[in-house]
């Protein structure tokens, strides 16, 4: 009913290849896009926008940038908090020697920065698989995090050690710093977001992502086919340490105004991966439902007892709301070790032949 | 799928809305508390907490609030997290918030830029931004009753004091690797090349606040002849084993007042023996309005407290002097505007015009209580003096005077700050104080 497929025929090998080739789903994506671009700066509360929808976009763009690298390539990680860090701090610098430069495009930049690092990092991967591999970005993660403790001048020899981001404006608004309405932010935030994912959705569905999912399957079988593990793996790296540098920069520019190193710590490796397990291994929908599912649902559950009029603590919420993501967590992977995007698409293929199951 | 949640956030965003709009409908005087019951420094976060509500019910049960008006304690837990802590900021500020107090330096460092935009005070009471001392140039942040310089100066002041002076000592300062514990090294430095001495540091990252045997064996191998500690959390309790455990003599190390509550000390015990910390409130419960409290709230069953006997240690009272200076700067601001249900805006004057003198605080029922806390327009630092308290295996004891801060020397370094931080914002909101 939902999906009538019925007079939609594919007459042309570029219609069989689309990524919706459904109209519906067609219809859908302008339709959320809509919502995101108009319905939500419009009607959104400041608290729903600034602690919600921009932490969410952000944390989707690193699920991405990780997805790239473990769900595509097969690389699992633990520096994405690290290399997300690399693009914060480069951003920063950028900021601090160009102030005239449109924030915009220095976020872009700094991106690049964290590429050439996770390149770097991604380097022993040519010889190390698996567990091993999770050593050696884990290690990733601990030396960033102590350079950007201990070289001073990547937070301008700061008393206070943290980097606070200045006012900047872009095509006349202003964008950062606590001047900037929220809806400014959301709306700069939102545009890199759907850009990203519209680049890294082409990079995965053309000659490169390929290369990067016949690495993750089966790299021999791979490399006698005559992928070079050499260009998949460390462009893999450099793609996702990119789009996941960028989504650092957002994150001190347009959400949080300033970050000490706390805000790249393991634990922020660990919470974009958890999101890119829970989403979906190699699912841009789910790199989107994975830190929708861990970012926004405690914020709900938190504000559940408010709402209700329940005289509960906060810190008992607090406690509650581990057990309960936690329980989810487990009953979403033992549902569906694949992950929401799996879920939902097993969803989707039961309504599009609803209400004539087989 | 996505639908789904975007309805749901939609649904979600419109009952918060509507959440807000009741709540200040009503007419009360809303302070939230951002607290800290969980994570890591939960054992510090618990007594601070429970002390500022606990005033606040007293408040409430004894005169019937402030000025006939109640005062709403809504607690937002942020587990010592700046990004949680922004949260809490965010969902709470629009429902008439009329001062936040982060305890967190990094948190109050993410506020710091938003209070002029929002137009709601910051009491960072003894802990955040330094700088911020300055009023002219941060009108909308209070740190007193002293910055961490002031407390650092007079830290240095009583070693000066002991055993022919501080001139040719040395001097190891070991503290917790975050913006609160970086705070007072300017300072240290400067005073260290004033007065000739040497500064050894010992950073602590936050992942090895438990496991200090490699710091304490370089500070054995540098042979400190003081030790001053700026630490947090598991931190103190580690540090002062630690310290026993190397023999280094423990009247010989001072932590500042994070580092030095019972909290710390207890699980320490008798080998914490002899160990110094900085303090701004007397600990205890010979108070009138801490018997009220024990009257009114505790005993009556409106405290989170797990125990009686909670009441009274040093960071329950330092909860308690928060909220002390709170309910008086909400009293001064209803006396100068004339009228009851103020606002942020208005909360801010209160604070500017505190002046807890030994008088007011006899009025309170806090004699002896703390040290007098007075505002300008200048200064919102107060740069009161401190006293220094010494663990006897089971509790505290005063061991010193009042010990003002260096004052010529603090104030001009805090100027100099202060002008650093705003000197790469442009249009940030200052103020003439004429």
């Known amino acids: 009913m939902i999906y009538r497929e019925a007079g939609q025929f594919k007459t042309s090998y570029r219609q069989d290849a689309a990524i919706f080739p459904i109209l519906q789903d067609r219809i859908a994506i302008w339709f959320y896009l809509f919502v995101a671009f108009i319905v939500i700066p419009t009607f959104g509360s400041d608290f729903f926008i600034n602690s919600m929808m921009i932490p969410f976009l952000i944390f989707a763009m690193a699920s991405i940038g990780l997805n790239v690298l473990t769900g595509y390539t097969g690389q699992i990680s633990l520096g994405t908090g690290a290399f997300m860090g690399v693009g914060a701090y480069a951003c920063y610098k950028l900021t601090t020697y160009f102030p005239e430069t449109n924030i915009i495009i220095l976020v872009l930049l700094s991106g690049f920065?964290?590429?050439?690092?996770?390149?770097?990092?991604?380097?022993?991967?040519?010889?190390?698989?698996?567990?091993?591999?999770?050593?050696?970005?884990?290690?990733?993660?601990?030396?960033?995090?102590?350079?950007?403790?201990?070289?001073?001048?990547?937070?301008?020899?700061?008393?206070?050690?943290?980097?606070?981001?200045?006012?900047?404006?872009?095509?006349?608004?202003?964008?950062?710093?606590?001047?900037?309405?929220?809806?400014?932010?959301?709306?700069?935030?939102?545009?890199?977001?759907?850009?990203?994912?519209?680049?890294?959705?082409?990079?995965?569905?053309?000659?490169?992502?390929?290369?990067?999912?016949?690495?993750?399957?089966?790299?021999?079988?791979?490399?006698?086919?005559?992928?070079?593990?050499?260009?998949?793996?460390?462009?893999?790296?450099?793609?996702?340490?990119?789009?996941?540098?960028?989504?650092?920069?957002?994150?001190?520019?347009?959400?949080?105004?300033?970050?000490?190193?706390?805000?790249?710590?393991?634990?922020?490796?660990?919470?974009?991966?958890?999101?890119?397990?829970?989403?979906?291994?190699?699912?841009?929908?789910?790199?989107?439902?994975?830190?929708?599912?861990?970012?926004?649902?405690?914020?709900?559950?938190?504000?559940?007892?408010?709402?209700?009029?329940?005289?509960?603590?906060?810190?008992?919420?607090?406690?509650?709301?581990?057990?309960i993501i936690g329980a989810l967590i487990i009953v979403f992977l033992i549902i569906e070790p694949h992950g929401l995007a799996r879920l939902w698409a097993i969803a989707k293929q039961k309504l599009r032949i609803w209400p004539f199951p087989h | 799928m996505f639908k789904k949640i975007a309805t749901g956030a939609v649904i979600a965003a419109t009952a918060l809305t509507m959440q807000t709009a009741s709540v200040s409908a009503q007419e009360t005087l809303f302070v939230p508390s951002l607290s800290y019951r969980t994570g890591p420094f939960a054992g510090n976060g618990i007594p601070i907490a429970n002390g500022f509500a606990d005033y606040f019910t007293m408040i409430n049960e004894r005169d019937g609030g402030i000025g006939g008006l109640k005062v709403v304690v809504e607690e937002c837990e942020t587990g010592y997290n700046a990004q949680k802590g922004v949260e809490c900021y965010e969902a709470t500020k629009g429902k008439g918030a009329l001062v936040y107090n982060p305890y967190s330096t990094g948190i109050t460092l993410q506020l710091i830029p938003k209070t002029p935009v929002d137009k709601i005070p910051v009491l960072s009471m003894g802990y955040g931004l330094?700088?911020?001392?300055?009023?002219?140039?941060?009108?909308?942040?209070?740190?007193?009753?002293?910055?961490?310089?002031?407390?650092?100066?007079?830290?240095?002041?009583?070693?000066?004091?002991?055993?022919?002076?501080?001139?040719?000592?040395?001097?190891?300062?070991?503290?917790?690797?975050?913006?609160?514990?970086?705070?007072?090294?300017?300072?240290?430095?400067?005073?260290?090349?004033?007065?000739?001495?040497?500064?050894?540091?010992?950073?602590?990252?936050?992942?090895?606040?438990?496991?200090?045997?490699?710091?304490?064996?370089?500070?054995?191998?540098?042979?400190?002849?003081?030790?001053?500690?700026?630490?947090?959390?598991?931190?103190?309790?580690?540090?002062?084993?630690?310290?026993?455990?190397?023999?280094?003599?423990?009247?010989?190390?001072?932590?500042?007042?994070?580092?030095?509550?019972?909290?710390?000390?207890?699980?320490?015990?008798?080998a914490g023996k002899g160990y110094i910390s900085a303090n701004m409130a007397k600990a205890g419960t010979d108070m009138p309005a801490v018997q009220d409290i024990l009257k009114y709230v505790v005993d009556a069953g409106k405290s989170q407290v797990s125990d009686r006997s909670e009441v009274g240690k040093v960071l329950y009272n330092r909860g308690m002097l928060n909220a002390v200076v709170v309910a008086e700067a909400i009293r001064i601001a209803q006396e100068m505007t004339g009228k009851t249900a103020i606002t942020g805006e208005d909360m801010r004057i209160g604070l500017e015009n505190m002046d807890l003198s030994d008088e007011r605080l006899k009025e309170l029922g806090l004699e002896g209580f703390t040290v007098p806390i007075k505002a300008t327009c200048e200064n919102h630092g107060s740069g009161g003096p401190i006293f220094m308290h010494q663990w006897n295996g089971s509790d505290f004891e005063r061991i010193s005077d009042l010990i003002p801060p260096m004052t010529d020397r603090v104030r001009a370094m805090l100027e100099e700050a202060a002008d650093k931080y705003i000197a790469d914002k442009p249009g940030w909101q200052t103020q003439d104080c004429g």
């Not at chain 1, 992502?209 to 992928?227: Q, S, Y």
């Not at chain 2, 630690?242 to 007042?257: S, T």
Request: net charge neutral; glycine share 10%.
């Open chain 2, 130 to 270: 330094s700088a911020a001392a300055i009023g002219e140039k941060f009108p909308w942040v209070f740190n007193y009753p002293a910055t961490y310089w002031d407390q650092m100066s007079s830290i240095i002041k009583y070693i000066d004091g002991q055993e022919g002076g501080i001139k040719g000592k040395k001097v190891g300062f070991i503290y917790l690797d975050v913006g609160y514990g970086k705070e007072p090294i300017p300072l240290l430095d400067q005073l260290a090349e004033e007065m000739g001495f040497e500064v050894v540091k010992f950073p602590v990252g936050v992942k090895e606040m438990q496991n200090q045997s490699s710091h304490w064996l370089n500070v054995r191998k540098e042979k400190p002849d003081w030790m001053i500690m700026w630490g947090f959390g598991a931190m103190n309790a580690t540090a002062i084993k630690e310290a026993a455990k190397i023999r280094y003599p423990l009247d010989h190390f001072i932590g500042n007042w994070w580092a030095g509550a019972h909290a710390d000390l207890e699980p320490v015990g008798e």
């Open chain 1, 113 to 323: 920065f964290a590429a050439g690092i996770g390149m770097i990092f991604g380097l022993p991967s040519l010889r190390i698989k698996g567990f091993y591999l999770v050593v050696t970005t884990l290690a990733a993660q601990f030396f960033l995090e102590w350079c950007f403790i201990r070289v001073p001048w990547l937070y301008n020899y700061n008393a206070s050690g943290a980097i606070e981001v200045p006012q900047r404006e872009a095509f006349g608004l202003i964008v950062t710093g606590p001047s900037a309405s929220p809806s400014v932010r959301y709306l700069v935030v939102l545009s890199i977001v759907v850009f990203l994912t519209w680049i890294v959705s082409n990079l995965i569905h053309g000659r490169i992502g390929r290369t990067w999912m016949m690495i993750r399957d089966m790299d021999i079988a791979a490399e006698l086919i005559g992928v070079r593990p050499l260009y998949a793996k460390l462009s893999a790296f450099a793609v996702s340490s990119y789009v996941a540098g960028v989504a650092g920069a957002m994150l001190v520019f347009f959400w949080l105004g300033a970050a000490e190193v706390e805000s790249f710590d393991v634990n922020h490796s660990f919470l974009i991966l958890f999101m890119v397990i829970i989403g979906g291994l190699g699912s841009l929908v789910g790199s989107f439902l994975g830190a929708a599912f861990i970012w926004m649902l405690p914020i709900i559950i938190r504000a559940v007892p408010k709402m209700t009029g329940l005289d509960i603590n906060a810190s008992t919420v607090e406690q509650l709301n581990f057990m």
